[in-house]
């Protein structure tokens, strides 16, 4: 077995059988669509280990920090709210996003049955002004992942309230991004969340403003 499939294995683990099965039929969900709508470039085989277990862990972070409102900026694939929601119920999702394909796709597993009793998560199409700004719900905490640099995408959402945005990032590009961040904003501060080993070389930033 090589490392990889260890990994896999060990974030496999992280998750009780009843919400394991869960996440797994979010990803099929997510694999079907994505041959018709081009929702992700991982290749299928990761997607669980890349996307799909990061984003449920630090949903049951949330759980335990019991934060109240999120939201997902540039949700695209759903990714990392829907299964940030999945396995943090008490907390409520906004998953914000400007494709209104990707947010068919979210409005969709929201409807899924098969993915949770109660959904706490919602949609929500944005379409934001690229010099920033623009309108968004009061929240109490922000993730996101792929939606552009930090210092970018705080220009958007730096007014809906929140201390703290956790941002997902690769470790190399993580250190280019604080950099610059500390540049614009030089109030914030940044601190690297201790994640599993199984993440590799994704990180997760927290940002407090």
Not at 121 to 146: K, Q, T, W, Y
Request: glycine content about 8%; some cysteine; proline content about 5%.
């Amino acid at each position: 077995m090589n490392g990889r499939n260890k990994d896999l294995n060990k974030a496999r683990r992280t998750f009780d059988p009843t919400l394991l099965a869960r996440l797994d039929a979010f990803t099929n969900l997510l694999l079907k669509w994505n041959r018709s709508f081009s929702l992700t470039s991982i290749r299928d085989e990761e997607v669980f280990i890349k996307l799909v277990a990061p984003s449920a862990w630090l949903g049951l972070e949330y759980e335990r920090e019991r934060v109240g409102t999120v939201i997902d900026f540039g949700s695209g694939a759903g990714i990392p709210g829907i299964p940030m929601a999945m396995t943090n119920p008490s907390a409520r999702y906004i998953l914000v996003d400007s494709n209104q394909k990707k947010i068919g796709f979210i409005k969709n597993c929201i409807s899924d049955r098969t993915l949770w009793e109660a959904p706490n998560a919602s949609a929500m199409l944005v379409r934001l002004n690229p010099e920033g700004g623009g309108i968004l719900p009061r929240a109490d905490r922000v993730v996101a992942r792929a939606s552009g640099s930090m210092g970018r995408v705080l220009s958007h959402i730096i007014g809906c309230g929140a201390r703290h945005y956790d941002f997902f990032k690769g470790r190399e590009e993580s250190k280019v991004e604080i950099t610059e961040l500390e540049e614009k904003y030089p109030q914030a501060t940044v601190d690297i969340r201790q994640t599993p080993d199984w993440f590799d070389d994704l990180v997760i930033l927290r940002v407090s403003l």
